[in-house]
């Protein structure tokens, strides 16, 4: 019997069992009430209240703002749901999702002040959180992006913060998207959140978020399906993205346009404002800015190009 099930089990005594206690005398129902006492203190200790999985977004909007269909997520990736909170004094971080298709990773998390110091670093506009990966075993990564001086190998980690709540002095959020893509996801990887005046970084560095962070696996947890064109060549087409090896492939586009089995022809615009292309000399990806379901699809066409299972 699982959590939900006892749960369950309990709101389910039948109702007669109720109606038979209230004829018992008040020393019988004395005996009675310090036997149910005993029974739910064995069921607290049994059954932490943390032990409960959450399937939902704690920060429905925040994942909205970055990328579309976080329903989807929920019914169809359970498992990329975290809702893995860490805290510090001042501050409170919520992994809020982590997507991996084999190729790249995206997260979303939201930062919190919870006192009066971490509210007044987010008062201020440019103090904004950041996460940093490294390999779990301390082994060393393909270096690029930010070099930290608390963390030898970093790699993979860029993110940026646009979007930005203040609900007053009680309630501060900003949230955040980390992309890492070109790294060893079959190995656990480290990541550690940090705050600093970015105007003084490196210098007198402080961070804020001291104490925050977790371990976890980034191995696939979204369907990826190979595209082919007629010359051969590929990109990969994820929930969350388009991939290709050939940077030439996924050049800047305003639009991307997806091919049913019907023919039927779905696009998606860049205008959603969630959809973005990041290039290296080696590849590039397309996040799509909205969850999809890549099964739905047998092809896609990419500038004038297309491809197919």
């Known amino acids: 019997m699982n959590e939900i099930d006892m749960v369950q089990a309990i709101n389910g005594i039948d109702e007669?069992?109720?109606?038979?206690?209230?004829?018992?005398?008040?020393?019988?129902w004395t005996k009675w009430s310090y036997k149910i006492a005993i029974i739910a203190a064995a069921l607290l200790i049994a059954v932490p209240i943390c032990a409960f999985t959450i399937n939902a977004f704690l920060h429905r909007d925040n994942v909205e703002h970055y990328i579309a269909g976080a329903d989807l997520i929920e019914q169809h990736n359970?498992?990329?749901?975290?809702?893995?909170?860490?805290?510090n004094d001042d501050f409170r971080v919520t992994l809020d999702m982590l997507l991996s298709d084999g190729h790249n990773v995206m997260i979303i998390y939201t930062a919190e002040a919870i006192s009066e110091t971490g509210r007044g670093h987010f008062n201020r506009s440019h103090y904004w959180p950041y996460g940093c990966l490294s390999y779990a075993d301390g082994s060393k990564g393909p270096v690029h992006g930010i070099q930290d001086i608390s963390i030898p190998y970093i790699f993979g980690s860029y993110g940026y913060e646009d979007l930005s709540e203040i609900r007053g002095r009680e309630d501060i959020r900003k949230s955040s998207i980390i992309e890492c893509d070109g790294i060893?996801?079959?190995?656990?990887?480290?990541v550690e959140f940090?705050?600093?005046?970015?105007?003084?970084?490196?210098?007198?560095?402080?961070?804020?978020?001291?104490?925050?962070?977790?371990?976890?696996?980034?191995?696939?947890n979204v369907t990826c399906n190979t595209l082919y064109s007629s010359d051969g060549r590929q990109v990969y087409m994820s929930s969350f993205e388009l991939y290709a090896d050939d940077p030439s492939l996924i050049p800047e586009l305003r639009a991307v346009t997806f091919i049913k089995d019907t023919g039927e022809r779905v696009t998606l615009e860049r205008s959603n404002g969630r959809m973005h292309l990041c290039k290296s000399d080696d590849r590039a990806?397309?996040?799509?800015?909205?969850?999809i379901d890549p099964d739905e699809y047998v092809g896609v066409e990419v500038n004038g190009v297309e491809y197919f299972k």
Do not use: C, R
């Open 194 to 220: 940090y705050m600093n005046d970015i105007h003084t970084f490196p210098g007198d560095y402080t961070n804020y978020f001291d104490g925050i962070g977790f371990t976890a696996s980034f191995a696939p």
């Open 184 to 190: 060893d996801l079959e190995k656990e990887i480290h």
């Open 16 to 28: 007669k069992y109720i109606s038979e206690s209230e004829n018992l005398t008040s020393v019988s």
């Open 285 to 291: 990806y397309l996040i799509l800015g909205e969850f």
């Open 78 to 87: 359970p498992d990329a749901v975290m809702n893995q909170v860490m805290e």
